[in-house]
Each structure stands twice: as structure tokens, then as C-alpha cells.
């Protein structure tokens, strides 16, 4: 179908083929695309709202008598071997299509409902800042809690006869070009810089990654980035601690390594008492020292694996305290554990590696040797522990009946080796004294 | 809970997506621009808000371009993760 308008001197044809013709085979007539048919019926008898049934049934009767032809439902009677009945999958297929146009219709009519209600919220919204009262009565109440009455203005605009001022029009559009060019210019610049930060910053990246660490993209709600692994529970470790640190960017694309909560500076420190003169006195200490210079992001991750492992350590030491309580293993102001064993004491507590008062007498004494064993010793036993949990995880678990204690306390993994190894010479030693004391006196009878 | 594989497929399918939507907003936008830029037959209204889309696909242009920075990053992401199957392994080269 085509159309022309007479806007100005051109004429608009419409390049769409007209809709074909009936498949004169067909003995029923299938429903057309109501996309088709629809924008016919309004060209050529005007809106719907004309059309009724009384109107149709008159045309259809007009058209018979005037012709003489039969009824539409036969239009192609052809010879009488054709079927004049449907066929059963006609009417099926009729029906279908009946169906599926009934319902393109309601959803057409819907639409065209909603886009009515729509253009008369728009006008009434348009009336109600000239008259009030009628523009509000017609606005809907979901418009009326929206936007506020008289909200939009309307003003008769006359179209000045044609001035074309060269002159303005030219800077006018000189200016807008000009500008478009300079943020070209600056947003080139900006975004140059910016590649150049992201490139340090990969290649940052990649120089840890190439390291062996675990990294992972972090989608929390104030940060997406980077984000590498220190902690050990992929190891084994227990310990409530995430153990995930943000790699950051900042703002000269530098890699700023960021931990969460604060970052820790507790070390465990081992010290051997011995007595004299009926006072202990510190004869040796050792702690792990941990240097705390942070350009290089890798020694800032070793680091932080460090003091997590050292704090992991005390965590466990001051809970085996309780359990070893009758071994005489005292812990006290919360830090400090110590340990009593025939011919010496072991102190364990936690020190401040940024105190650098504890430098003075790390090396000095006699039994920093001692010392330095218990320290590597506890830090052996941690980790053997972490092996322990491993392997407990990757067993099969017990079935659910046998599960019955928990365990809560649990043995002691890492103090226990430690004292038994300690003490068990001396008590061996005394235990023997006292049997050949023994054996004397009765060898004696 | 796809594999890998289609992980990555649908990755590479998004991130070639994204490219081609900046690539074509960028050609479209900069001939809007010369389409806008002559200056013959029009009133000064015309001419005025003419210069305002100017400044408009002006900046389109440049978010499509940050867009296309955007895409570079989560490439360079899904690279350093070994979700992009290339020669780079992870400490293979370490021995």
C-alpha cells in the first residue's frame, strides 16, 4: 500500500509490495497478518469506532444483491471434485488462527488502552498548571503522587520568519567544534596517562604472580580488584582469620599491598630462665625476627604470612595452656605463658617487633641456643598440626553415630611434645635415682 | 555450574560484544558530528542546539572510549587468573 503526503515538494511512496493475493487453493480463508489488515480497514473506512456489525451485515447483503455472486465463503467453487466441506485440519488450523488473532487483538486494543491513558496524563498534567481543578480530576493517581501539579508549561512558540545569520551561526558552530576537538585533545592526554598506570600496575601484578601466590578477583561491595592469598587454610590452618589482602592501586599506579583490620606486629618470643640464687634469671631468648621494611610488596605478603603464622602460634600455645594446666603451665596477663620444668622455666609471650627494646640481649645468653630449638621447635609443631587438620579433612568422616564428642578441648599438639621432651630426661634421671635408692635399701636387708 | 570452557567462551563472546558496540558508538557518533558541523540554510535555534549535540556525542565518544580501557582491564584480569588459554603458564618457567 502507499501513501503520499505533501509536506514541502516531495512525495513519499512507500517501496512495500502490496500484501499477496488469496491462494485461490485455499477453500477457507486463514486470518491474515492483523498488521495487514488492520491499517487497510482504517485507511479505507475511516476509525473502527464507524464500523458496527449492522453496517457489515448491510454491506455484505449490498454487495450480493449488486453482483449476484455467491456468498464469500465460497469463492472458488471450481468443479465438484474439490471439497466443499473443510477438512478436519482446516478447521483446526482455522481455529488456530482464530485464536492467535484474537489474542494479537487484545493485546493490540491493551496497548492502544494504555498509550490513551498515557497522552491523557500528559495532557491533564499540561492543563493542571492553567486550570487546576480540571487538570487534576483526569490525572491519574500513580502521575499525582509522582509529579507535582502545574509541573509543566506549554507556550505557543511562531516560527520567526527565516533569518540566516552567517555570521553568528558560523562562530556558534566554529565554538563547538573547536570544543569538541580540545576534550578530544585533554581525554587523549587523561586516558594515556591512565594505560600507563594500569600497565605499571599489570606488570606489578605479574611480578607477584609469577611468584607462586594465589590471586583472586575480589567482588567485594567497595573494592573489585585484585586480591592475593597469605593465609594458610588452604594449608590446614583452623584459625578464624580470611586471610585475603586487596592489591591496590594508587595514585601514581604503584601496587599498595592492604590487609584487613589492622596490620599485626606481634612476634613469639622464647626465653630460658634458670635458677640462681633462688630468682630466675633470663639466660637466653629468641624470636623470630621479622624485618619490617615495606617497599616490596612481595616481603610485605611474606610478612604478613609471618605474623599470621606467629599469631596463629600464641592463639594455640595460650589455649594448650589450659589443658596442661596440671603440668604447672600458667598463663598470665594474657600473654605470657610459662613453664616450668625441673631445672629450668620457659617463658613464651608475645612481643612488639616494632619495640626495639627486646634487641639488646636476644643473642647474648648462654642458653639462646635452648632458645632458639623451642622456638623452632613450636613453629615445626604448628605446622605439623596444619598437616594434621589436613588430613582429618580429607579422610572420609565417621558415620553420624560415632561423632558423638567433639572435640572441643582436644589433646594438646603443640605444648605436649614440647614438655614431654623437655622433662622427660630429668624425670627419667630422678625416677631411676630413686629406684637404685630403693633397690640399695632393699639389697641392703 | 558451566565448565571452564564455556566460561570462557561466553567471556570472550561479552568482551567481543563490548568492543564492537564502543568500535561502532565511536564511527557513529564521529559522523553525527560531520553531519552536524555544516552551517549553510539554518536559523540560530537550529544552530544553537545543533552545538549542544556536538557536545553531546563529544562525549559520548569519550565514554566509549573509557568503555574500551574497561574491556583492556578485564582482559588483563581474566589473563593473570589463567582463564585465557594462551603460552603463559604460572611458574612453568621457574625450574
Request: proline share 5%.
Given at each position: 500500500?502507499?501513501?503520499?503526503?505533501?509536506?514541502?515538494?516531495?512525495?513519499?511512496?512507500?517501496?512495500?509490495?502490496?500484501?499477496?493475493?488469496?491462494?485461490?487453493?485455499?477453500?477457507?480463508?486463514?486470518?491474515?497478518?492483523?498488521?495487514?489488515?488492520?491499517?487497510?480497514?482504517?485507511?479505507?473506512?475511516?476509525?473502527?469506532?464507524?464500523?458496527?456489525?449492522?453496517?457489515?451485515?448491510?454491506?455484505?447483503?449490498?454487495?450480493?444483491?449488486?453482483?449476484?455472486?455467491?456468498?464469500?465463503?465460497?469463492?472458488?467453487p471450481k468443479d465438484e471434485t474439490t471439497t466443499v466441506k473443510p477438512s478436519a485440519t482446516?478447521?483446526?488450523?482455522?481455529?488456530?488462527?482464530?485464536?492467535?488473532?484474537?489474542?494479537?487483538?487484545?493485546?493490540?486494543?491493551?496497548?492502544?488502552?494504555?498509550?490513551?491513558?498515557?497522552?491523557?496524563?500528559?495532557?491533564?498534567?499540561?492543563?493542571?498548571?492553567?486550570?487546576?481543578?480540571?487538570?487534576?480530576?483526569?490525572?491519574?493517581?500513580?502521575?499525582?503522587?509522582?509529579?507535582?501539579?502545574?509541573?509543566?508549561?506549554?507556550?505557543?512558540?511562531?516560527?520567526?520568519?527565516?533569518?540566516?545569520?552567517?555570521?553568528?551561526?558560523?562562530?556558534?558552530?566554529?565554538?563547538?567544534?573547536?570544543?569538541?576537538?580540545?576534550?578530544?585533545?585533554?581525554?587523549?592526554?587523561?586516558?594515556?596517562?591512565?594505560?600507563?598506570?594500569?600497565?605499571?600496575?599489570?606488570?606489578?601484578?605479574?611480578?607477584?604472580?609469577?611468584?607462586?601466590?594465589?590471586?583472586?578477583?575480589?567482588?567485594?561491595?567497595?573494592?573489585?580488584?585484585?586480591?592475593?592469598?597469605?593465609?594458610?587454610?588452604?594449608?590446614?590452618?583452623?584459625?578464624?582469620?580470611?586471610?585475603?589482602?586487596?592489591?591496590?592501586?594508587?595514585?601514581?599506579?604503584?601496587?599498595?599491598?592492604?590487609?584487613?583490620?589492622?596490620?599485626?606486629?606481634?612476634?613469639?618470643?622464647?626465653?630460658?630462665?634458670?635458677?640462681?640464687?633462688?630468682?630466675?634469671?633470663?639466660?637466653?631468648?629468641?624470636?623470630?625476627?621479622?624485618?619490617?621494611?615495606?617497599?616490596?610488596?612481595?616481603?610485605?605478603?611474606?610478612?604478613?604470612?609471618?605474623?599470621?603464622?606467629?599469631?596463629?602460634?600464641?592463639?594455640?600455645?595460650?589455649?594448650?595452656?589450659?589443658?596442661?594446666?596440671?603440668?604447672?603451665?600458667?598463663?598470665?596477663?594474657?600473654?605470657?605463658?610459662?613453664?616450668?620444668?625441673?631445672?629450668?622455666?620457659?617463658?613464651?609471650?608475645?612481643?612488639?617487633?616494632?619495640?626495639?627494646?627486646?634487641?639488646?640481649?636476644?643473642?647474648?645468653?648462654?642458653?639462646?641456643?635452648?632458645?632458639?630449638?623451642?622456638?623452632?621447635?613450636?613453629?615445626?609443631?604448628?605446622?605439623?598440626?596444619?598437616?594434621?587438620?589436613?588430613?582429618?579433612?580429607?579422610?572420609?568422616?565417621?558415620?553420624?553415630?560415632?561423632?558423638?564428642?567433639?572435640?572441643?578441648?582436644?589433646?594438646?599438639?603443640?605444648?605436649?611434645?614440647?614438655?614431654?621432651?623437655?622433662?622427660?630426661?630429668?624425670?627419667?634421671?630422678?625416677?631411676?635415682?630413686?629406684?637404685?635408692?630403693?633397690?640399695?635399701?632393699?639389697?641392703e636387708k | 555450574m558451566s565448565n571452564p570452557a564455556q566460561q570462557s567462551q561466553q567471556r570472550?563472546?561479552?568482551?567481543?560484544?563490548?568492543?564492537?558496540?564502543?568500535?561502532?558508538?565511536?564511527?557513529?557518533?564521529?559522523?553525527?558530528?560531520?553531519?552536524?558541523?555544516?552551517?549553510?540554510?539554518?536559523?540560530?535555534?537550529?544552530?544553537?542546539?545543533?552545538?549542544?549535540?556536538?557536545?553531546?556525542?563529544?562525549?559520548?565518544?569519550?565514554?566509549?572510549?573509557?568503555?574500551?580501557?574497561?574491556?583492556?582491564?578485564?582482559?588483563?584480569?581474566?589473563?593473570?587468573?589463567?582463564?585465557?588459554?594462551?603460552?603463559?603458564?604460572?611458574?612453568?618457567?621457574?625450574?
Amino acid at each position: 500500500m502507499s501513501a503520499t503526503s505533501t509536506s514541502g515538494d516531495d512525495i513519499f511512496v512507500s517501496l512495500e509490495p502490496p500484501p499477496l493475493a488469496e491462494d485461490p487453493s485455499q477453500t477457507i480463508r486463514s486470518i491474515r497478518n492483523l498488521d495487514q489488515i488492520i491499517p487497510q480497514i482504517s485507511l479505507e473506512r475511516g476509525p473502527f469506532i464507524n464500523i458496527t456489525e449492522e453496517n457489515l451485515r448491510k454491506e455484505i447483503e449490498q454487495l450480493q444483491n449488486r453482483d449476484g455472486l455467491p456468498s464469500p465463503e465460497e469463492e472458488n467453487p471450481k468443479d465438484e471434485t474439490t471439497t466443499v466441506k473443510p477438512s478436519a485440519t482446516d478447521i483446526a488450523q482455522f481455529e488456530e488462527d482464530f485464536n492467535n488473532a484474537r489474542a494479537d487483538l487484545s493485546r493490540l486494543i491493551g496497548a492502544a488502552q494504555n498509550e490513551a491513558a498515557i497522552s491523557l496524563d500528559f495532557i491533564s498534567l499540561l492543563i493542571s498548571s492553567v486550570r487546576p481543578v480540571a487538570g487534576t480530576t483526569s490525572m491519574s493517581p500513580h502521575l499525582k503522587s509522582h509529579v507535582p501539579v502545574g509541573s509543566l508549561g506549554t507556550d505557543r512558540f511562531r516560527p520567526q520568519p527565516y533569518v540566516e545569520d552567517m555570521s553568528v551561526c558560523l562562530g556558534w558552530k566554529t565554538q563547538a567544534v573547536s570544543a569538541a576537538t580540545e576534550r578530544f585533545a585533554k581525554a587523549a592526554g587523561r586516558l594515556a596517562e591512565e594505560a600507563e598506570r594500569e600497565k605499571k600496575y599489570w606488570e606489578q601484578v605479574e611480578e607477584i604472580a609469577v611468584c607462586g601466590e594465589v590471586l583472586s578477583k575480589m567482588r567485594m561491595p567497595d573494592y573489585r580488584g585484585m586480591g592475593v592469598r597469605y593465609g594458610f587454610a588452604d594449608a590446614g590452618s583452623t584459625y578464624k582469620e580470611k586471610g585475603i589482602a586487596t592489591l591496590r592501586r594508587n595514585a601514581d599506579g604503584n601496587l599498595v599491598l592492604k590487609t584487613e583490620g589492622e596490620k599485626r606486629t606481634k612476634v613469639l618470643s622464647v626465653a630460658v630462665l634458670r635458677p640462681l640464687d633462688g630468682e630466675h634469671v633470663r639466660t637466653g631468648q629468641h624470636f623470630t625476627k621479622i624485618n619490617y621494611d615495606s617497599t616490596d610488596v612481595k616481603t610485605e605478603i611474606k610478612q604478613a604470612r609471618d605474623l599470621l603464622f606467629e599469631d596463629e602460634l600464641f592463639f594455640q600455645i595460650a589455649r594448650e595452656t589450659r589443658i596442661l594446666a596440671s603440668q604447672g603451665i600458667t598463663l598470665s596477663f594474657g600473654n605470657k605463658v610459662t613453664m616450668p620444668l625441673p631445672g629450668l622455666q620457659v617463658v613464651l609471650e608475645t612481643i612488639d617487633i616494632e619495640d626495639q627494646d627486646n634487641s639488646m640481649d636476644v643473642d647474648g645468653g648462654p642458653d639462646s641456643v635452648i632458645a632458639e630449638a623451642i622456638n623452632v621447635a613450636l613453629h615445626l609443631l604448628l605446622s605439623k598440626l596444619h598437616r594434621k587438620n589436613l588430613e582429618a579433612r580429607r579422610s572420609i568422616p565417621l558415620p553420624l553415630g560415632s561423632r558423638t564428642h567433639t572435640a572441643d578441648t582436644g589433646k594438646s599438639e603443640i605444648l605436649e611434645p614440647l614438655v614431654t621432651s623437655l622433662a622427660v630426661a630429668p624425670i627419667k634421671s630422678s625416677l631411676m635415682n630413686l629406684i637404685a635408692d630403693l633397690m640399695s635399701a632393699l639389697k641392703e636387708k | 555450574m558451566s565448565n571452564p570452557a564455556q566460561q570462557s567462551q561466553q567471556r570472550a563472546l561479552t568482551i567481543n560484544q563490548r568492543i564492537n558496540e564502543a568500535a561502532n558508538t565511536i564511527v557513529l557518533e564521529y559522523s553525527a558530528i560531520i553531519a552536524l558541523a555544516p552551517v549553510s540554510g539554518k536559523d540560530r535555534t537550529t544552530t544553537a542546539t545543533e552545538a549542544y549535540e556536538i557536545e553531546c556525542h563529544a562525549t559520548s565518544i569519550v565514554r566509549a572510549i573509557e568503555d574500551l580501557l574497561m574491556v583492556s582491564r578485564s582482559l588483563k584480569e581474566s589473563w593473570i587468573l589463567g582463564q585465557v588459554s594462551s603460552s603463559f603458564q604460572v611458574g612453568d618457567d621457574q625450574t
